[in-house]
């Protein structure tokens, strides 16, 4: 079932954007076509799958144009995809929007026992390379309950686009995505060729076996004004490592502003990408960490997270590995039981300045700085913490001054962590 507070208020607010868009896109195109005339029955028991992809064909071979999903239930089977990966109910093409009455009406929901062991399956996919395309106001059900022993698989998407290609200005705007197998919504390139212009706003996502938002390779990136709550995994994921081992990162250029995640194992989960901005979210009850900054073999860089709020969880933000830098400023960091920064493995190049900590207890520490448990040992050389200037924070509320800095590792260079404000 799609449901869920403030539906019907961000219903109305998508609505308006994706109405006025979609009228712009038709132009020249002729009117909107309306899955019903293409044999959809909206009934939520007909397998409405090739009705729905007979209006998508219709309308890129136009050159593209809307495909409108009326008010009703749209029941989907998947198929063998036709790249042979996998299965798939749906082919978006390039130059089509997807747009449906509102989220809370319009809905394609998967059908029963429709996933096997270690499928990799998806409700809207793409062929290859998809360019000018947009999914708005739809309600997508990927029916978690009704996939028996497959329910918590992390294979798949509910929305899936650029296997094997990329996405070239691609809009995800003012969906309702509910119970997803793998993840809700998935947009990838690859490390030689990398999606551009990439737009996913006022989504509401709930209830993923995975992840909620995923976008790996790319240049050029908005997701702004989700909410995205109870994911399995990591709220919203950037990834940008070369498979090919090369310390330069394949994805840059992201605004993450404005969104608000509830209950996922890692808030925002930053991973080998560059130039990002993470601004004014809101991160309540991560279970791992509100932010997570991760190095594979590229350096993470140029990475800012100013004016966020994270409540609760065990660590408000976590940095893993070498970076290029990473500035952590005026954020508000409260509740969290293991530490506010936590770092671990080899770390370099972090500032943290103006932050507010409220620790969860007096003997939780401010900053804590953890090697690994190979540091040192069976060959592996020495970690170390370089390059680290964290200064002029605050403390709210009583705190042994003992354990602001908690530092676990055997070698530091350049590391300066004083000026904490609050009460002793």
């Given at each position: 079932?799609m449901?869920?507070?403030?539906?019907?208020r961000?219903?109305?607010?998508?609505g308006?954007?994706?109405?006025?868009?979609?009228?712009a896109f038709?132009q020249g195109?002729?009117p909107a076509?309306?899955v019903r005339q293409?044999g959809?029955?909206g009934?939520?028991?007909a397998?409405?799958?090739?009705?729905?992809?007979r209006a998508i064909?219709d309308?890129?071979?136009?050159g593209?144009?809307?495909?409108?999903?009326p008010?009703g239930?749209?029941r989907?089977t998947?198929?063998?995809?036709p790249?042979s990966d996998g299965?798939?109910?749906?082919?978006?093409r390039?130059?089509?929007?997807?747009l449906?009455?509102?989220?809370?009406?319009?809905?394609?929901?998967?059908?029963?026992?429709?996933?096997g062991p270690g499928?990799?399956?998806?409700i809207?996919s793409?062929?290859?390379?998809?360019e000018r395309?947009?999914i708005?106001?739809?309600?997508?059900?990927g029916?978690r309950?009704?996939q028996?022993?497959e329910?918590?698989?992390v294979n798949?998407?509910?929305?899936?686009?650029g296997?094997?290609?990329?996405?070239i200005?691609?809009?995800?705007?003012g969906?309702a995505?509910?119970?997803a197998?793998?993840?809700a919504i998935?947009?990838?390139?690859?490390?030689?060729?990398?999606s551009?212009?990439l737009?996913i706003?006022?989504?509401d996502?709930r209830?993923?076996?995975y992840?909620?938002i995923?976008?790996?390779?790319?240049?050029?990136l908005?997701?702004?004004?989700?909410?995205?709550?109870d994911?399995a995994?990591?709220?919203?994921?950037?990834y940008?490592d070369?498979p090919n081992?090369?310390?330069?990162s394949t994805?840059?250029?992201?605004?993450?502003?404005?969104?608000?995640?509830?209950?996922?194992?890692?808030?925002?989960f930053?991973e080998?990408?560059a130039?990002i901005?993470?601004?004014?979210n809101q991160?309540?009850d991560?279970g791992v960490?509100?932010?997570?900054?991760?190095?594979i073999?590229?350096?993470?860089?140029?990475i800012?997270?100013?004016?966020?709020?994270?409540?609760?969880g065990k660590r408000?933000?976590?940095v893993?590995?070498d970076?290029g830098?990473?500035?952590?400023?005026?954020?508000?960091?409260?509740?969290?039981?293991?530490a506010?920064l936590?770092?671990g493995?080899n770390?370099?190049?972090?500032?943290a300045t103006?932050?507010?900590f409220t620790?969860?207890?007096a003997?939780?520490?401010i900053v804590?700085?953890?090697?690994?448990a190979?540091?040192?040992?069976?060959?592996?050389?020495?970690?170390?913490?370089s390059?680290i200037l964290?200064?002029?924070?605050s403390i709210l509320?009583?705190?042994?001054?003992?354990?602001r800095?908690?530092n676990?590792y055997?070698r530091?260079i350049?590391v300066t962590?004083?000026?904490f404000?609050?009460?002793?």
């Open positions: 079932m449901h869920g507070p403030g539906f019907t961000r219903a109305m607010i998508a308006t954007v994706a109405t006025t868009t979609a009228c038709a195109t002729g076509r309306d293409f959809a029955h009934n939520g028991i397998d409405d799958r090739d009705a729905i992809q064909d309308a890129h071979a136009a593209g144009g809307v495909v409108a999903f008010e239930t749209y989907v998947h198929r063998v995809s790249d299965m798939a109910a749906i082919i978006l390039s130059g089509v929007t997807l449906g009455a509102s989220p809370e009406r319009a809905i394609i929901r998967l059908a029963d026992a429709q996933l499928s990799f399956a998806r809207v793409s062929m290859g390379n998809i395309a947009a708005r106001n739809l309600g997508l059900d029916n309950a009704g028996g022993g329910r918590d698989a798949g998407a509910i929305i899936h686009l296997w094997k290609g990329r996405c200005d691609v809009t995800i705007e969906n995505l509910r119970g197998n793998g993840q998935q947009l990838v390139g690859s490390a030689n060729n990398v551009r212009n737009r706003t006022r989504n996502v209830d993923c076996a992840i909620g995923q976008v790996a390779q790319f240049e050029g908005l997701i702004d004004n989700n909410i995205v709550s994911t995994d990591n709220g919203i994921d950037l940008g070369n081992g090369s310390p330069v994805s840059g250029g992201a605004e993450i502003r404005g969104n608000r995640l509830t209950r996922c194992s890692i808030g925002i930053l080998t990408v130039r901005r993470v601004v004014g991160i309540v991560a960490a509100g932010f997570r900054v991760n190095r073999h590229g350096e993470p860089r140029d800012l997270i100013q004016n966020n709020s994270v409540q609760g408000g933000v976590a893993g590995g970076t830098g990473v500035v952590i400023r005026n954020n508000d960091l409260r509740g969290f039981t293991v506010g936590a770092f493995y770390v370099s190049k972090v500032t103006a932050n507010r620790p969860a207890a003997d939780t520490p804590l700085a953890t090697p690994t190979d540091s040192g040992r069976n060959g592996q050389p020495l970690e170390q913490l390059g964290i200064r002029n924070n509320g009583r705190h042994d001054a003992t354990r800095f908690v676990g055997q530091s350049d962590v004083d000026g404000g609050g009460p002793e």
